[in-house]
């Protein structure tokens, strides 16, 4: 647990974004188990209006239904960010299907339902104590974070990574086609017109090319340490 200098503890606000595969995600649940803090998935907030809109039969081309449903739910997290409940309900398991994956891009796109995402993120961390990780978290969704990091990696890097998960669970892939699908990905997420993914001037960068997981984490940490014993 990070302390200040009487050693009373610090609920600090941490920011993490990073382009796909980069391991933000794996770095920021770690880094909430650490620290005892809550981890701020922001792709399982939209993962679980998804699957709202699915059990309420709302088409993803239906944006004004979708921003309904988003302005009349709540999502929160439990368990250091490892359950997601939906309206009370614990839907961790419900949101990473099939059905969720082909959908999830479409409604996460619609304006209005980002905006209510961003609203419910910011009310999750309004008292600090939380890892917070996206594609536009230090930018747009926590711009006043008290630390901010940007995470990456090399395409080679990343699409070596995804191969190997593919091919672990028995899925067939070529290294050419993750590489040409990652930088497709970075560009639809850099170009975007709302929320594009950018290094904040005031985010550290941390390339974990070379890096292990843990590596990246005591990066992290030690930054955290650093912050409040000054």
Same mark, same amino acid.
């Given at each position: 647990m990070t302390v200040d200098m009487s050693g009373s503890p610090i609920a600090l606000t941490i920011a993490i974004d990073g382009p796909a595969g980069?391991?933000?995600?794996?770095?920021?649940? *770690?880094?909430?188990? /650490?620290?005892?803090?809550?981890? *701020?998935?922001?792709?399982?907030?939209?993962?679980?209006?998804?699957? *709202?809109?699915? #059990?309420?039969?709302?088409?993803?081309?239906? #944006?004004i239904a979708l921003i309904e449903l988003a #302005?009349?739910?709540?999502?929160?997290?439990?368990?250091n960010g490892q359950i997601t409940l939906l309206d009370g309900i614990d839907v961790s398991t419900q949101i990473r299907t099939p059905v969720i994956d082909s959908q999830v891009a479409a409604v996460a796109k619609v304006p209005g339902v980002r905006k209510e995402m961003v609203r419910q993120q910011r009310r999750i961390a309004s008292s600090g104590g939380v890892?917070?990780?996206? /594609?536009?978290?230090?930018?747009?969704?926590?711009?006043?974070?008290?630390?901010?990091?940007?995470?990456?990696?090399?395409?080679?890097?990343?699409?070596? /990574?995804?191969?190997?998960?593919? #091919?672990g669970k028995g899925i067939n892939c070529s290294i050419s086609q993750i590489v040409q699908e990652i930088t497709d990905r970075d560009l639809a997420d850099k170009s975007r017109l709302n929320s594009p993914l950018k290094i904040d001037q005031e985010a550290i960068v941390i390339d974990t090319s070379d890096l292990t997981i843990g590596e990246v984490?005591?990066?992290? *940490?030690?930054?955290?340490?650093?912050?409040?014993?000054n």
């Open positions: 980069s391991g933000k995600s794996t770095a920021a649940r *770690l880094i909430a188990e /650490r620290l005892d803090y809550v981890y *701020l998935n922001s792709g399982s907030m939209y993962r679980a209006i998804t699957l *709202l809109s699915v #059990q309420s039969g709302v088409e993803p081309s239906n #944006q #302005q009349n739910c709540q999502i929160e997290f439990v368990d890892v917070a990780e996206g /594609r536009d978290t230090t930018t747009v969704v926590l711009p006043n974070a008290d630390l901010k990091f940007y995470i990456t990696a090399s395409v080679n890097v990343r699409a070596n /990574r995804r191969f190997n998960e593919l #091919q984490v005591s990066t992290v *940490l030690k930054k955290t340490d650093h912050f409040s014993t």
